[in-house]
DNA sequence: CGGCGGATTGATAAGATTCAAATGGCGTGG
DNA sequence: CCACGCCATTTGAATCTTATCAATCCGCCG
C-alpha cells in the first residue's frame, strides 16, 4: 500500500471546497487538519521579507500536504479550484496509532516528498536555467494532469510567475526559455497553458 | 519525546566508525539499516553527472539519516571522522509497529527535515550569495557542534567546496564571501574553520 | 467591445562563474 | 622537531548568465 488515500480509508473527512487564489491555510497557523487534494492542484509556498515568494511545491491529486504536523511552516494555495479531503489531526494520528501498515505508507509519503525536495534543490542549484525548466516540464509531464485535450498534451495549470518561483528565475526568463525550447523543437505551445513536449531528456 | 535516539531505545543496533571522506552509503543502495549519528558530521550529497554534486544537508548528533526507506535516493560520506548507530530496517519497522509514540517521533523528525529543506530551498533559490551564506553560518552556529576552543567560537567542520555545494555557489565565491563578512565586522576568522559570528541576522 | 492582468520582448546592468595563479596550512616523513 | 610537499584556500581578471526595468502584446472575462 503506497496511497494515502487507501491508509486513510475508513477515517472521517471533510471535503473542501476552494477557488483558485484562495489560501487552505497559511505558514504560522496551528496544523487543524492533515489534507489530500482530491481534484486540481495547490501550491506549498514560503514567503518571504518583500514579497518574495519560494513555491516548495505543487500538490496533485492523490497528494497529501507535507507542511506541519504542529505548526505548518508553508502556506498552500489554490492554483486551480480545487477540492480537498480534511482529515482532523485527532483521526489522522489515532488511525497512524492503530494501523502500523498506514503509519508506514505515510513515512514513505514523506521520504518521497523529501527525495522529491532534493531533486528540486538539486536542480535549483546546480543546474543552469533552461535545464530546470526542462526537468520542471518533464515532472509536470508525469504528473498526468487531467486537462490536455489528449494524451500527447501537457497541461500546466501554473502561472510563469509560480513556475519562476518554483525554479528560482524571473518570471520573463522563464518566458524566454519557453521561446529557446520551441526554437530548439523540444516543445511546441498549443496555448499559454498547454503544450505538447519532445525533450531529448535533461 | 522529539528525539530519535529515545524513540529507538531498546532497538538493537551497531556501532560503526567511519573515517573522513569514506561513505556510509550511496545513492541506489537497497537501505539495509537506518542510521543515526552519534559524533562527527556526515554530508548527504547528491551526484549529478559531470562531478556536480549537491549536498542535501549535513548531519550532526542526534540527527537521522533520512535519504530512503527502501532504496537510498542520496550518498552519505563522512565530513569528519565519525561513529554512527545503525539500526536494521527490521528492527526500526518492528518499532515503529509496536510503539505508535515512536512513529510519531520519526513522522516529526521527517517533518523537521522537510521544513529545513524547504528553508534552503528558499535561500538557495530567492536569496542572493551573502545572505545564503549567512543563513548556513545562523544554522551552523544553532547546532552548536563541539569543537570550538569556547562557546563564542563557531566551529565549520566542512571545507569550503562542501559549503559551496550546499549553497549553490563557486568554492571562489564563498572564500570572497567569507572576506566580505569579514570586512563588514559580521565574523571574525580564528582559522580556517572556526570563527566568532556576530552576525546582525539576514 | 473595452479593459485588465498575465505574458512576451527588448536593452542594460549586476552578480556570480570560470580560468589562472599565488598563497597558506596541515600532515607526513625524515 | 623541522622541512617538505600536497591540497585547500585565497586572490585576480575576464566572461557569461540571468535579473531588472520598461514597454508592448495577447487572451480572457465581463
Chains 1, 2 share one sequence.
Not at 486540481?40 to 514567503?47: D, F, K, S
Not at 546546480?126 to 489528449?150: C, M, Y
Request: glycine content about 8%; overall charge neutral.
Amino acid at each position: 500500500m503506497t496511497d494515502i488515500r487507501s491508509a486513510l480509508l475508513g477515517a472521517e473527512f471533510q471535503h473542501i471546497a476552494i477557488r483558485k487564489h484562495q489560501s487552505l491555510f497559511r505558514a504560522g497557523q496551528p496544523v487543524r487538519a492533515i489534507y489530500v487534494v482530491e481534484r486540481g492542484c495547490l501550491r506549498l509556498q514560503i514567503n518571504g521579507g518583500d514579497g518574495e515568494r519560494e513555491i516548495v511545491t505543487f500538490l496533485f491529486p492523490g497528494e497529501m500536504s507535507f507542511a506541519g504536523l504542529n505548526r505548518h511552516w508553508a502556506s498552500a494555495y489554490a492554483v486551480t479550484e480545487a477540492s480537498i479531503a480534511a482529515y482532523s489531526l485527532d483521526a489522522f494520528w489515532t488511525r497512524m496509532s492503530a494501523d502500523p501498515e498506514a503509519a508506514m505508507t505515510v513515512l514513505l509519503a514523506a521520504d518521497h516528498m523529501l527525495e522529491h525536495l532534493g531533486r528540486h534543490l538539486q536542480m535549483v542549484t546546480h543546474g543552469k536555467a533552461l535545464r530546470r525548466l526542462r526537468w520542471f516540464l518533464e515532472w509536470l509531464q508525469t504528473r498526468d494532469i487531467p486537462g490536455g485535450s489528449d494524451a500527447e498534451e501537457t497541461f500546466i495549470p501554473m502561472s510563469r510567475s509560480d513556475i519562476a518561483d518554483f525554479l528560482g528565475l524571473a518570471p520573463e526568463t522563464v518566458s524566454r526559455l519557453f521561446l529557446r525550447l520551441e526554437s530548439r523543437g523540444e516543445l511546441r505551445r498549443t496555448g499559454a497553458h498547454r503544450c505538447i513536449l519532445q525533450l531529448a531528456s535533461a
